[in-house]
């Protein structure tokens, strides 16, 4: 596999003190990349960074072998797709709409959408499950669909790169299964490469090929889930005492959490 994201001795600050120290990591193409930590630990700031929201202070990162400083906006964001932990709309746009937002950087600065960019966004509706409802309002969807609506614009720009902030943060556990299904399908089916954010360690632990580990603005440890998703990870950079077993399921790494009086 090659590398499609390269990330060499990354700081990043806000004010004084610095939100990122020193990370270092590649992504391969086609990789599902889960990033986890504590509240605080740089996640979201990390992936504002792999979308060049965000500029580093020191340090470099590389996408598809350029440096991100030197891409254009535009170009990004016809490589790199987002999507958002809490999409707000102040405008009752239909799902439509919103999903051919996502052809804004293959327009011209005042063209509109033709046919390419309809059937574009049809298929990545249908892709999505969302088809069926694009002409209903974006604000009376549910929770996980209108994740899915999100999804389905993400796709509607042809990213190489699908980056995305809690996709599953505020959703039941159907809809976090759902949505988390829908992300793997897109990995595997069209060989997007994808980096998900979340506080969901099992999830996590079920779904991504790695794991990337942050505490404290720093990479404590990147792997399998076996390698990243231990007692000892878990109570060094979370401070919780958990148990950690194998899902019988799927042998991936299960984590449950105790009481203080647990043993």
Same mark, same amino acid.
């Given at each position: 596999m090659s590398?499609?994201?390269e990330?060499?001795?990354?700081w990043f600050?806000?004010?004084?003190?610095? %939100?990122? @120290?020193?990370?270092?990591?590649?992504?391969?193409k086609?990789e599902?990349?889960?990033?986890?930590? #504590?509240?605080?630990s740089?996640?979201? &700031?990390?992936l504002?960074?792999?979308?060049?929201?965000?500029i580093?202070?020191?340090?470099?990162?590389?996408?598809d072998?350029l440096d991100?400083?030197?891409?254009?906006?535009?170009?990004?964001?016809? +490589?790199v !797709?987002?999507?958002p932990q809490?999409?707000?709309?102040?405008f009752p746009?239909?799902?439509? *709409?919103?999903?051919?937002?996502g052809?804004?950087?293959?327009l011209?600065?005042v063209?509109?959408?033709?046919?390419?960019d309809?059937s %574009?966004?049809?298929?990545? +509706?249908e892709l999505?499950?969302t088809w069926?409802f694009?002409?209903?309002s974006? &604000?009376e969807l549910s929770g996980?669909?209108?994740?899915?609506?999100m999804? !389905?614009?993400?796709? &509607?720009?042809?990213p190489?790169?699908?980056?995305?902030?809690? #996709?599953?943060?505020?959703l039941?556990i159907?809809?976090q299964?759902?949505i +988390? /299904?829908l992300?793997? /399908?897109l990995?595997?089916s069209?060989?997007?490469?994808?980096i998900?954010?979340s506080?969901?360690?099992n999830l996590?632990? *079920?779904?991504c090929?790695?794991i990337v580990?942050l505490?404290e603005g720093?990479?404590?440890q990147i792997?399998?889930a076996?390698?990243v998703i231990?007692?000892?990870?878990?109570?060094d950079v979370?401070?919780? @005492?958990?148990?950690? /077993? &194998?899902? #019988?399921?799927?042998?991936?790494?299960?984590?449950?959490?105790l009481?203080r009086?647990g043993?």
């Open positions: 590398k499609i994201y990330l060499n001795e990354v600050r806000y004010y004084r003190d610095w %939100i990122l @120290k020193d990370i270092s990591f590649q992504v391969e086609g599902l990349l889960g990033i986890i930590g #504590p509240n605080g740089g996640k979201t &700031t990390l504002r960074i792999l979308d060049r929201i965000l580093p202070q020191r340090g470099k990162v590389i996408v072998c991100l400083r030197g891409i254009r906006r535009r170009e990004i964001a016809q +490589m !797709a987002v999507v809490e999409p707000q709309f102040s746009f239909s799902v439509l *709409e919103v999903v051919l937002m052809r804004a950087p293959h011209r600065s063209g509109f959408e033709g046919k390419k309809y %574009i966004a049809r298929r990545a +509706m999505t499950d069926r694009s002409a209903r974006i &604000t996980g669909e209108r994740q899915r609506v999804i !389905a614009r993400a796709l &509607t720009q042809e190489e790169i699908l980056l995305l902030d809690e #996709p599953t943060s505020h039941d159907n809809h299964v759902e +988390m /299904d992300v793997r /399908d990995n595997t069209r060989g997007l490469t994808v998900v954010v506080h969901d360690i996590s632990a *079920e779904y090929d790695r580990m505490s720093e990479v404590h792997g399998g076996g390698e231990t007692a000892r990870n878990l109570q979370y401070g919780a @005492k958990v148990l950690v /077993d &194998t899902n #019988p399921a799927s042998s991936a790494p299960r984590v449950t959490l009481s009086e043993l």
